[in-house]
């Protein structure tokens, strides 16, 4: 996390564990969080950074030294579920040449030690589409699910005036669109953003894939008073929580496994000032507002 006034890897587990959160994601291979996660039980998303693609793309002995230290090390005692290869990967980037061939020479690696059933290989998306079309013949060749970042809060603040906050935050009373192509009513933008992908999906013969919402949140302040405050922070994730164990409309009764982003402000984090306070916990540990995590 991009922040220097942080509690302790050990600090955060036992914040987790307090709070009752069992999944994590970290951005990188950050070896005091691996040990401090042994014997936590807490679900791992873990990230290759972008900046390491071109380097395990090129060289199959990188990728196995990567998945030997950072995970073969911890398996046994720290539940890494996901290795997401690279994080909002963009067509125009530099390193999205080598997103694939290094998404291969990690699965590679995790095939060679036997865990494939037990760590899936993926990458988190914003679902754009030049990248995606080649990621789906390998999720489905590895029966790998599709880590999606989906923030209806960006979709609202980039459409203020087509798109209703109450539409943003679940709190619409009823269905508010109608999809004309499927049928389906919409009464979350959160619903509409995730089937959008299922859709696209489909038509790239990724049918059966799942999707694992990777990152979701609401920014607590930063930008428009009467959308980025505590209130709707809350409004947001506490909806959220309750939502994702329903599925959405296009796979009803379907829990949708999602990460909340994120646990920390963090004060260094670059970009629009919003960035530093997706937060769910100030840096002190202190909780910004009530959430029941059960």
Same mark, same amino acid.
Do not use: C
């Given at each position: 996390?991009?922040?220097?006034?942080?509690?302790?890897?050990?600090?955060?587990?036992?914040?987790?564990?307090?709070?009752?959160?069992?999944?994590?994601?970290?951005? %990188?291979?950050?070896? +005091?969080?691996?040990?401090?996660?042994?014997?936590? $039980?807490?679900?791992? *998303? =873990? #990230?290759?950074?972008?900046?390491?693609?071109?380097?395990?793309?090129?060289?199959?002995?990188?990728?196995?030294?990567?998945?030997?230290?950072?995970?073969?090390?911890?398996?046994?005692?720290?539940?890494?579920?996901?290795?997401?290869?690279?994080?909002?990967?963009?067509?125009?980037?530099?390193?999205?040449?080598?997103?694939?061939?290094?998404?291969?020479?990690?699965?590679?690696?995790?095939?060679?030690? %036997?865990?494939?059933? +037990?760590?899936?290989?993926?990458?988190?998306?914003? $679902?754009?589409?030049? *990248? =995606? #079309?080649?990621?789906?013949?390998?999720?489905?060749?590895?029966?790998?699910?599709?880590?999606?970042?989906?923030?209806?809060?960006?979709?609202?603040?980039?459409?203020?005036?087509?798109?209703?906050?109450?539409?943003?935050?679940?709190?619409?009373?009823?269905?508010?669109?109608?999809?004309?192509?499927?049928?389906?009513?919409?009464?979350?933008?959160?619903?509409?953003?995730?089937?959008?992908?299922?859709?696209?999906?489909?038509?790239?013969?990724?049918?059966?894939?799942?999707?694992?919402?990777?990152?979701?949140?609401?920014?607590?302040?930063?930008?428009?008073?009467?959308?980025?405050?505590?209130?709707?922070?809350?409004?947001?994730?506490?909806?959220?929580?309750?939502?994702?164990?329903?599925?959405?409309?296009?796979?009803?009764?379907?829990?949708?496994?999602?990460?909340?982003?994120?646990?920390?402000?963090?004060?260094?984090?670059?970009?629009?000032?919003?960035?530093?306070?997706?937060?769910?916990?100030?840096?002190?540990?202190?909780?910004?507002?009530?959430?029941?995590?059960?």
């Amino acid at each position: 996390m991009l922040g220097n006034n942080l509690p302790s890897k050990q600090e955060v587990v036992a914040l987790f564990k307090q709070n009752n959160i069992r999944r994590m994601r970290i951005y %990188g291979p950050d070896q +005091q969080a691996l040990q401090a996660l042994r014997g936590s $039980n807490i679900e791992l *998303i =873990l #990230d290759v950074p972008n900046s390491d693609l071109q380097r395990l793309a090129s060289n199959q002995g990188e990728a196995n030294t990567w998945v030997q230290n950072n995970v073969r090390n911890y398996i046994n005692n720290v539940k890494i579920k996901y290795i997401a290869v690279g994080n909002e990967v963009k067509p125009s980037d530099f390193s999205a040449q080598f997103l694939v061939p290094a998404m291969i020479k990690i699965q590679n690696a995790i095939n060679s030690l %036997g865990l494939a059933s +037990q760590v899936k290989v993926s990458t988190a998306t914003f $679902n754009y589409k030049p *990248i =995606l #079309d080649p990621v789906i013949n390998f999720l489905v060749s590895n029966r790998s699910p599709l880590l999606l970042n989906l923030y209806p809060y960006f979709g609202y603040i980039g459409n203020r005036r087509d798109i209703r906050l109450d539409y943003a935050l679940f709190t619409a009373p009823s269905v508010v669109v109608q999809d004309q192509g499927s049928g389906l009513g919409y009464r979350n933008l959160f619903d509409a953003m995730l089937d959008t992908v299922y859709f696209a999906l489909e038509k790239a013969n990724g049918r059966g894939l799942e999707i694992v919402v990777s990152e979701s949140g609401w920014p607590s302040a930063g930008g428009a008073g009467d959308v980025t405050n505590v209130n709707n922070a809350r409004t947001y994730i506490s909806n959220l929580i309750r939502h994702v164990k329903g599925g959405s409309p296009k796979r009803p009764g379907r829990p949708i496994e999602t990460y909340i982003f994120a646990m920390f402000d963090e004060n260094n984090k670059p970009g629009d000032e919003t960035e530093k306070h997706f937060g769910l916990f100030s840096p002190k540990k202190q909780s910004k507002y009530q959430i029941n995590f059960n």
